[in-house]
C-alpha cells in the first residue's frame, strides 16, 4: 500500500466517523398531536377548553374547575403558529397554572430522551413562561422574552428544549403557564410543536471498529512516511 493510499483511507474513515458522530437524530416524534392540529379550528376565532377536557387528541386540559385555555388558529387576528396553524394559548381568556397534560408515551426506562417545544408571545402583551415537569417531576420554567415584531406576524416564537432520562415506562410531559414573578404575561402564553424523540446511542461496536481502523491507518503512514 502507498502512503497516499493511505493517506486517503485515513481521511475517508476519519470522515465516516464524524459523519457518525453528527448523524441527525432520526428518531421520530413520540408525542401525538404536539402542533395541536386536531381538532381542526374551523372559522376565524379560538375555541376555549374545560379543565378536564381530552376533546384536543392526545391531551388533557389541566387547571382549576371551570377554567379553561384555548386553541388558537392563525386566522385569528392573524396570529400564526409555529408550526402549521393551530396554537395553545395556555391562559385560555386570562390567568395562570392552567395548560395541558399528555397522555402517556411508552418510553425505555434509562433511556435519554430530547423534549423540544415553542413558547409563543403575542407581542402586545409581553414576555411568555410556562413550566414543563414529566411525570410529576421538578418543573422547568422557559420564558420567551423576545418581543421582536416580524412583518407578517404579531406572534414571536422561541424553541426550547432539553434532554431528559426515562424514569418509567409510560411518560406524560405537562405544560402550564406560570406568572414567573412578574415576568410573564396572562393574556397569551403560547405553545406549539411539542416533539419528544429518542436520542441515539452510538453502537459501542461501530466505534470500536472504526476507531481500531484509524488507529492502524495512522501508524502505517508514520512507517511509510519514517
Ligand atoms: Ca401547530
Same mark, same amino acid.
Given at each position: 500500500?502507498?502512503?497516499?493510499?493511505?493517506?486517503?483511507?485515513?481521511?475517508?474513515?476519519? !470522515?465516516?466517523?464524524?459523519?457518525?458522530?453528527?448523524?441527525?437524530?432520526?428518531?421520530?416524534?413520540?408525542?401525538?398531536?404536539?402542533?395541536?392540529?386536531?381538532?381542526?379550528?374551523?372559522?376565524? &376565532?379560538?375555541?376555549?377548553? &374545560?379543565?378536564?377536557?381530552?376533546?384536543?387528541?392526545?391531551?388533557?386540559?389541566?387547571? !382549576?374547575?371551570? /377554567?379553561?385555555?384555548?386553541?388558537?388558529?392563525?386566522?385569528?387576528?392573524?396570529?400564526?403558529?409555529?408550526?402549521?396553524?393551530?396554537? %395553545?394559548?395556555?391562559?385560555?381568556?386570562?390567568?395562570?397554572?392552567?395548560?395541558?397534560?399528555?397522555?402517556? %408515551?411508552?418510553?425505555?426506562?434509562?433511556?435519554?430522551?430530547?423534549? &423540544? *417545544?415553542?413558547?409563543?408571545?403575542?407581542?402586545? *402583551?409581553?414576555?411568555?413562561?410556562?413550566?414543563?415537569?414529566?411525570?410529576?417531576?421538578?418543573?422547568?420554567? *422557559?420564558?420567551?422574552?423576545?418581543?421582536?415584531?416580524?412583518?407578517?406576524?404579531?406572534?414571536?416564537?422561541?424553541? *426550547?428544549?432539553? /434532554?431528559?432520562?426515562?424514569?418509567?415506562?409510560?411518560?406524560?410531559?405537562?405544560?402550564?403557564?406560570?406568572?414567573?414573578?412578574?415576568?410573564?404575561?396572562? $393574556?397569551?402564553?403560547? !405553545?406549539?410543536?411539542?416533539?419528544?424523540?429518542?436520542?441515539?446511542?452510538?453502537?459501542?461496536?461501530?466505534?470500536? !471498529?472504526?476507531?481500531?481502523?484509524? $488507529?492502524?491507518?495512522?501508524?502505517?503512514?508514520?512507517?511509510?512516511?519514517?
Amino acid at each position: 500500500m502507498t502512503l497516499n493510499q493511505v493517506t486517503t483511507m485515513s481521511k475517508l474513515l476519519s !470522515l465516516a466517523i464524524a459523519l457518525c458522530a453528527a448523524a441527525p437524530a432520526s428518531a421520530s416524534n413520540l408525542v401525538s398531536n404536539g402542533s395541536f392540529e386536531t381538532p381542526n379550528i374551523v372559522g376565524g &376565532s379560538y375555541v376555549l377548553y &374545560s379543565t378536564g377536557s381530552t376533546a384536543i387528541t392526545g391531551w388533557t386540559v389541566l387547571g !382549576l374547575a371551570n /377554567d379553561s385555555i384555548q386553541l388558537t388558529p392563525d386566522t385569528y387576528l392573524g396570529l400564526k403558529a409555529d408550526d402549521a396553524r393551530q396554537w %395553545i394559548d395556555l391562559t385560555g381568556i386570562t390567568g395562570y397554572d392552567k395548560g395541558v397534560k399528555s397522555d402517556a %408515551i411508552a418510553t425505555q426506562i434509562g433511556a435519554v430522551y430530547h423534549l &423540544s *417545544f415553542a413558547v409563543g408571545n403575542y407581542l402586545p *402583551f409581553g414576555a411568555s413562561t410556562l413550566g414543563v415537569s414529566l411525570n410529576g417531576g421538578p418543573e422547568q420554567l *422557559f420564558t420567551n422574552t423576545s418581543l421582536a415584531a416580524t412583518a407578517t406576524n404579531p406572534m414571536n416564537w422561541a424553541t *426550547f428544549g432539553f /434532554d431528559w432520562v426515562a424514569d418509567s415506562t409510560s411518560t406524560r410531559i405537562s405544560f402550564l403557564g406560570r406568572a414567573n414573578g412578574a415576568l410573564s404575561n396572562n $393574556l397569551g402564553i403560547g !405553545l406549539d410543536s411539542v416533539a419528544l424523540t429518542l436520542q441515539p446511542v452510538p453502537e459501542p461496536q461501530t466505534w470500536a !471498529l472504526l476507531a481500531a481502523g484509524l $488507529l492502524a491507518l495512522t501508524g502505517l503512514r508514520r512507517r511509510l512516511q519514517a
